[in-house]
């Protein structure tokens, strides 16, 4: 596998796990500066590429840790040359773009980083709600960081732009379809500056749940509270984010054995990625937000 990026996410996850993991090897690593792919290369053992062909040329699939501006672009390449791809969400930086992705990757393996999905006590949760919340259930999902006031994600500039909308909101969405049923729509949507935003979503089965997000609270470590109440039910996880890295490898266990013909295909795909990316835009427009633009800071 290769790995493009060199910013805080690809340092404390993509190449620790990526080098870690039994079924890959981290053959090359890219960044737009080359000294940030060599010092981050040499700490994993791999070796930096000169540009994106030289590491293409070397590996079977790509791992991607770049914001969605660049990401949108840069997948699609290697999508073309036949790699198969993790990538980050959301997708690119805006819906026709990551539409256009998901077409490039069609008949490859692919898989999305919803690492909540990998933690085991959120798992755990998930299980424990039936299927089937109608009407009589509704659930919520709360987030609360203030990884935007400061420390090494204030100088993302994607984040910047539409906060915690675009980096927690497909996580949360993504937590409520799986618990819930299917995001049918989105009921309401509204921003508070600086960072606050709260969304109701409608689901397949009649159920309905609602969304807080925000990066920009005095809150550290970051707060994650999850309640599902009514006809399904009650039930309620708390508790801070759990080991990004270690779900990641699970991730890895699921990609590798997908691409390898080993299991099944991903249920976390691309796919799915631009499901949460419609919807994402669906809030932005009710609540008079524009779409990304600009910003390549690293991830």
Sequence with gaps: MGLVGGGPWARRVHGPALAAHPGTELAAVWTRRPEIAAALADGLGSRAAADLDELLDAVDA?????????????????AAAGKHLVCEKPLAADLTAARALAEAARGLTSAVVL???????????LDGIPDGAGPDTVGAVRWLSGSLLGGQYAASAWRAEHGALLDLGPHAIDLLG??????????????????????GLDHAGGA????????RLPVDPSEIELTVFG?????????????????????????????????????LDI?????LQEIVERAL????QPVMSGGAAGR
Excluded at 115 to 125: K, N, S, V
């Design 62 to 78: 790509v791992a991607f840790a770049v914001p969605p501006q660049v990401q949108g672009a840069l997948a699609v390449r290697a």
């Design 115 to 125: 690492t909540l999905r990998y933690d085991p006590r959120i798992r755990a949760w």
């Design 178 to 199: 799986a618990a819930l049923g299917p995001v049918t729509g989105v009921g309401w949507a509204h921003h508070d500056e600086p960072d606050l935003w709260r969304l």
């Design 208 to 215: 309905h749940s609602t969304v807080t997000l925000s990066l």
């Design 231 to 267: 006809g399904a039910g009650r039930h309620e996880l708390s508790g801070g984010v759990g080991d990004a890295t270690a779900c990641y490898a699970r991730l890895l266990d699921d990609f590798v054995a997908a691409a390898c013909r080993e299991g099944p295909p991903v249920g």
């Design 271 to 275: 796919a799915h990625a631009v499901t």
């Design 285 to 288: 427009g009710l609540a008079g």
